[in-house]
């Protein structure tokens, strides 16, 4: 038998070849239904995120009653767990197996269905991408889909629902966006990254508008230019459409659900006992990955520290869901999909000479920014919390072409809150970066004294100063990398529950580039939140010592 400590050793060991791994074959699902509903949580009164098609193959995450947390062909979320098989399940396509000869899906997005076979006919109504639809007849000129020679004309077809249905009145649409089987997106997008063909890419953009997209767009005009090619840039239509795409504005996202607190326990406390079973270590190391994943901590002290670590059990409080509020490093697009916001992408046009060589076909800078204001809060110490109206804006410099300047924009300390003074001694240390006095001097003026966490919200909160308590706590620095810390308690709306909780470790801290503090320091900030008397892990914040090289 392994002791513990051994068992700790071993599973930080098998962590970094796991990363590259593929998911080991006890974990791997696939789709046993048509259309199967993925859902934001786990229940069937949580919101539709996506579909999924028959003989999609999913990783499976974590179980919470009947419901399995996934992700696979482009998707993250909970889908019902009966749905799901072991064994591989073979992709629909009409005429084999159970599916009838004339089913067609759609492939194409927000494709037309109109009342007759002209593109001068009324449009009466929409086909989502993989909607399934009868195919009924072609109009002269058309085809039965994308098997026939050619693509041009109409096609008849009757639109069904996922039962496969009739669902509403037949119509005709182009039998160019017609297949005998359902597109796999995620693979399609995933296959144009080594795709040359500004096609290829265009198509993939208009499936799923973003800033990659278009970014994989302007890349493949790139590759069409001679060696060294300078300006001025050939105007292309297509990149044209695309960014008044973006500055019109998207949707953003749905985000990834917050990591539930006991459901990480459980799953350090699996791992532990299943590591010394060598028929179990696959699993046992794909959830101390998901621990260091969460955490930003090592697989040894991640498991440790989570099976040190016991929240007071709350009831609800002010938050009741994780849709209320952000941690202070979402962007712009995961805002707007957790707040049902608006983001717009600009770009700044690349001048004829760029000195510094940056830019990316014709622009040299984008800029995401929401189109509704939404608060951010700064969470002191103390308990003062300061509110201020934020667009999330953010400009970036677009490095492609050349190398951007080493550590650009970079700031030691913590990102989201003002550091300890002890811990700006390891600069002078190690002599970089200016030593510590300057390092701490920038810190400084982005970060003013007492600040300690961040997150934004969608509605104001009720007070101004949040009640606050404290309690210490001594820890084995072998098991979790701390000797002691502090937990911290917020309460935002002074009924007395905890809305938010920051533990903030002290230890030695991880350095940079080999070289290692020398004393003990507050360099590790974790953070919960109670969501509807739940704990949800809201973010971590950990000093940063260094840059570059």
Not at 191 to 218: I, K
Not at 380 to 392: K, P, V
Not at 417 to 427: E, I, L, R, V, Y
Not at 505 to 520: E, I, M, N, S, W
Request: with cysteine; aromatic share 8%; glycine share 10%.
């Amino acid at each position: 038998m392994l002791t513990r400590a051994c068992a700790l050793l071993l599973l930080s060991a098998g962590l970094l070849g796991l990363a590259h791994a593929a998911p080991p074959p006890s974990l791997q699902r696939w789709v046993r239904a048509d259309d199967l509903r993925v859902r934001e949580g786990p229940g069937p009164e949580q919101r539709v995120l996506g579909l999924l098609q028959r003989g999609s193959r999913l990783q499976l995450l974590e179980q919470s009653g009947d419901y399995c947390l996934v992700e696979g062909e482009g998707q993250y979320g909970h889908v019902a767990c009966e749905y799901l098989s072991t064994e591989p399940v073979a992709w629909p396509r009409a005429g084999q197996g159970d599916v009838p000869a004339d089913r067609r899906w759609v492939v194409g997005a927000a494709v037309t269905l109109r009342a007759g076979p002209q593109r001068e006919s009324e449009a009466i109504g929409r086909l989502a991408l993989n909607q399934a639809v009868q195919w009924r007849a072609q109009a002269e000129g058309g085809n039965a889909g994308r098997n026939a020679a050619s693509n041009a004309g109409y096609c008849e077809v009757q639109p069904l629902d996922r039962a496969g249905l009739p669902q509403g009145e037949p119509g005709f649409t182009a039998c160019q966006y017609l297949a005998a089987e359902p597109l796999r997106v995620a693979a399609l997008l995933g296959g144009v990254a080594g795709s040359e063909s500004p096609a290829d890419r265009a198509r993939a953009f208009w499936l799923r508008p973003s800033w990659p997209a278009l970014r994989d767009y302007a890349q493949a005009l790139a590759s069409k230019l001679p060696p060294g090619f300078s300006g001025p840039w050939p105007v292309d239509a297509e990149l044209e459409r695309m960014k008044a795409h973006l500055a019109l504005g998207l949707k953003g996202p749905k985000p990834e659900p917050l990591p539930d607190w006991e459901a990480l326990k459980r799953l350090a406390a699996a791992a532990a006992q299943a590591l010394p079973l060598p028929e179990q270590q696959p699993d046992a190391q794909q959830a101390a990955a998901r621990l260091r994943e969460v955490l930003g901590l090592d697989g040894a002290h991640a498991l440790g520290l989570v099976q040190a670590l016991e929240l007071p059990r709350v009831s609800p409080s002010y938050f009741r869901s994780e849709l209320e509020l952000a941690p202070p490093s979402e962007a712009a697009p995961a805002l707007a999909g957790r707040f049902e916001g608006i983001y717009r992408v600009q770009f700044r046009k690349r001048p004829l000479r760029e000195e510094s060589g940056a830019g990316l076909y014709d622009m040299t800078s984008r800029t995401e920014a929401l189109t509704r204001a939404v608060t951010r809060v700064q969470l002191f110490r103390e308990g003062r919390l300061e509110s201020q109206a934020s667009h999330a804006r953010a400009q970036e410099t677009l490095w492609y072409e050349v190398d951007g300047p080493m550590c650009e924009g970079w700031r030691g300390g913590f990102a989201h809150g003002s550091s300890p003074p002890s811990a700006w001694k390891f600069f002078d240390l190690v002599d970089v970066n200016g030593g510590a006095r300057k390092a701490r001097e920038q810190a400084e003026h982005r970060q003013a004294p007492g600040r300690l966490y961040a997150f934004y919200t969608a509605k104001p909160l009720p007070l101004a100063q949040a009640v606050r308590t404290e309690q210490a706590h001594k820890l084995d620095r072998q098991a979790t990398g701390f000797v002691r810390a502090t937990q911290l308690s917020y309460d935002l709306d002074a009924d007395g529950v905890p809305d938010l909780q920051v533990w903030e470790g002290v230890g030695r801290g991880p350095g940079h580039l080999g070289a290692a503090p020398q004393t003990d320091d507050a360099w590790y900030r974790l953070v919960w939140v109670n969501i509807q008397g739940a704990w949800k892990v809201l973010g971590v914040d950990a000093f940063d010592y260094g840059c570059g090289c």
